[in-house]
Each structure stands twice: as structure tokens, then as C-alpha cells.
């Protein structure tokens, strides 16, 4: 195998790369990245069994066709660390040894032979479904909050992606909750005839992303029993879906709340952020006593200190006293495109709705707490 490639083409794929690789793997084969020319092509394959991640680069020059693996963070590192105007040169010496060459610099690094690298196949269906990017990473980025990190409840650790329908429209959304918070997002879409209920997982959530912030191509999806695949341009990420059920989020979302609040957004957040300064716990409760023009913001540690804060506010009803995990709040209010925050409320302990003016198709729940 010997062909030549430019650093930065390579090191934006490799980038990508190191979202998927686990950085503690029992396989050695799993930290390795593949690299396969053939037909034209540099192919790069990288996967931690539950994710793969697939790119065709087509920017290569290619003296002899041939496939090797070799670790991916090494790889990665070399490239960083080489001038970004680079053509490196890549020659599989022997099957456990490919050299990398510039004008400068020469390295050999070890290779395990492709045959050890995990073979995949799945049948996906031919039907693909085209999504807006944009709308689909917003979907998710304004839903990914509020994933569960509790392994003990496993359908919770992604984003629940289903089809809903209001009207005569259909729409694909994306719910996620922890049991203490919970996020809901929706866009509009032609059909979804050959789209089923999937869970996602959140480290391919985050991997998705990265990857559509970075590409300018249309996304598409596949769908297959037990895998999705998401293909942008020449990358393909393919990934399992969580094995479960998703609870009914409908039961938790407030139905008959009748205390408005409306707070700016920007001024409610740095409000929250300068009284949590006294804490050195960021989960740590804010109380909010909520009166008809503002809302008094305090903080009461224990181990450090106290802060309070007055900002304005407007609400409907009598004073109010709640309180919430300051995080779990700052997360979701900035999730809030409009410049006002509206939260409705029903008493001090039940779930509170957060609705977004600039984005009809999002809201959040949150509960309060004990403090």
C-alpha cells in the first residue's frame, strides 16, 4: 500500500475519528483507525462496536492499492504536530509496519493486520429519508441536555427520536429526559412512512453534531432492526440504537399550569450564574422567590457562603417560593432562542413547563427540588 495525501484533508477526518475511538479499550484492534485504498479512494474506518464511522476521500494520490490499521490517536497527533501545507506519504513497509514520510519528518508506526478489524454488513433499507441538516442539529443539540447518565436505566442514555403529528402535519421528534428534567424538540417533515421509533445513543448524539457542524452536505437516514445510518457527503456514520423501551414523557408534561412568569432569558441566566458563584457545587439549588415584578435569586451554601440577586421579572399570580438544581436550570434556559423566558408553574413542587416564543416546536420540563 503507498499513496500520498494532504495533512489537512486527512487531519479533519481523523478529528472525527477520535469522537468514535474509546480511549480504554480491552481490543487493540478497537484503537486503530482502518486505512484502505482502493479504487481511487482513501477510505477510513474507525469503530468501538456500537459505533462506526466511514469516509470515502477522494483528494489522495495512489501508487499502490493495499489496507492496513494503526492506532488513531498516534495518527492523530503526528498530523496536529506536521505544518498544515504538508503532503505526507504514506508506504505499508511489512504488514505490521507503515511508514509516514514529509519533507521533514519520517515516522514508522505499527499496524495490525485488517483481518483482525471488526467486518460489518447490515441491510439497510433503500429508502432514504433526506432531513434538514439544520433542523435536525438543533433538534438535537436542544434536546441532548437533558440525557440520562444513570446506566441503571439504559433507555434513558439518548435522545427518543419518533414521529408526532399535530394537525394535518407530521413532524419528527426528538425527547430526552434524566427523570429530573426533561426536553422536547420537533421539525416538520414530508413523510415518515419508513421511519420507526429509535433511541438513539448519546455518544453518537454528541459524535452527530460534530459531524453536521462540520459538513455543508444534504444528511440522510437509513434505517435498519437494529442500526440507523447517517450519511453527509462521503461520511457514513452508522450506529446501534438503544434496546428498550422509552416511558411516556406525555404523563410528566404539565397540562394545567396557570402561573405565568416571563423573565429575559439572558438576564435570568447570568443572574443564576453570578449567585452560584458562591457555591463550588454547580448542582446546587438557587431558590427563586417569584413576586408580580421580580424575582429574588438565592444561593446558601453551606461550606461557602451565600448570594442573592433581585432582577425583573413579570408574573401573574401571588409570590411564589421555588427551587431548582442551578445546572439543570442554566441548561435548559439556554436552550431559549426567544429573548424572554416564559415558565408556567402551578405550585412550589410540581413540574414546571418552559416554553420558547421564537421556537413553538420546543419545550422543557423541570422539577423542583428540596433545599
Known amino acids: 500500500m503507498q499513496f500520498s495525501v494532504k495533512r489537512d484533508v486527512l487531519l479533519k477526518s481523523l478529528n472525527l475519528v477520535q469522537g468514535v475511538i474509546e480511549k480504554k479499550n480491552t481490543l487493540p484492534i478497537l484503537s486503530n483507525v482502518l486505512l484502505e485504498v482502493k479504487n481511487k479512494k482513501l477510505i477510513i474506518v474507525a469503530t468501538d462496536l456500537d459505533l462506526i464511522f466511514y469516509e470515502e476521500v477522494d483528494d489522495v494520490k495512489i501508487n499502490k492499492e493495499g489496507s ?7 495518527l492523530y497527533d503526528i498530523l496536529r504536530k506536521i505544518s498544515s501545507d504538508s503532503e505526507i506519504s504514506f508506504d505499508l513497509k511489512t504488514e505490521n509496519k507503515l511508514s509516514l514520510k514529509t519533507d521533514s519528518s519520517d515516522f514508522n508506526l505499527l499496524c495490525l493486520p485488517t483481518e483482525n478489524f471488526p467486518n460489518f ?17 438543533s433538534l438535537l443539540n436542544k434536546t441532548k441536555v437533558s440525557i440520562s447518565n444513570d446506566d441503571t436505566r439504559h433507555y434513558l442514555n439518548g435522545i427518543f427520536i419518533h414521529l408526532t403529528e399535530s394537525g394535518q402535519k407530521t413532524y419528527l421528534t426528538g425527547v430526552a429526559t434524566d427523570s429530573h428534567r426533561l426536553s422536547s424538540s420537533s421539525m416538520e417533515i414530508e413523510s415518515g412512512k419508513n421511519f420507526n421509533s429509535l433511541i438513539l445513543p448519546k455518544k453518537t448524539v454528541f459524535q452527530l453534531c460534530s459531524l453536521l457542524e462540520e459538513n455543508k452536505n444534504k444528511l440522510f437516514i437509513q434505517i435498519s432492526d437494529t442500526k440507523i445510518q447517517f450519511s453527509i457527503g462521503k461520511i457514513k456514520l452508522i450506529s446501534k440504537v438503544i434496546d428498550g423501551k422509552f416511558p411516556d414523557y406525555r404523563k410528566v408534561v404539565p397540562s394545567n399550569n396557570d402561573k405565568i412568569l416571563n423573565v429575559l432569558s439572558k438576564d435570568f441566566i447570568d443572574s443564576i450564574e453570578r449567585v452560584m458563584t458562591v457555591s463550588l457545587d ?10 408580580k415584578d421580580n424575582i429574588k435569586l438565592s444561593v446558601n451554601s453551606t461550606n461557602s457562603g451565600e448570594g442573592n440577586e433581585i432582577i425583573k421579572a ?24 426567544d429573548k424572554n423566558l416564559k415558565m408556567t408553574l402551578k405550585d412550589s413542587i410540581s413540574p414546571v413547563l418552559i416554553e420558547d416564543s421564537a421556537d413553538k416546536n420546543s419545550y422543557y420540563v423541570i422539577m423542583p427540588m428540596k433545599i
Open 121 to 137: 454488513s447490515e441491510n439497510f433499507e433503500d429508502n432514504k429519508i433526506l432531513l434538514d441538516k439544520f433542523k435536525f442539529l
Open 282 to 291: 454547580r448542582k446546587e439549588g438557587v431558590k427563586l422567590v417569584i413576586n
Open 314 to 337: 413579570n408574573y401573574n399570580s401571588d409570590t411564589t417560593t421555588i427551587s431548582f438544581n442551578s445546572k439543570y436550570l442554566i441548561d435548559i434556559a439556554s436552550q431559549v432562542e
Open 68 to 74: 492496513t490499521t494503526t492506532a488513531a490517536a498516534i
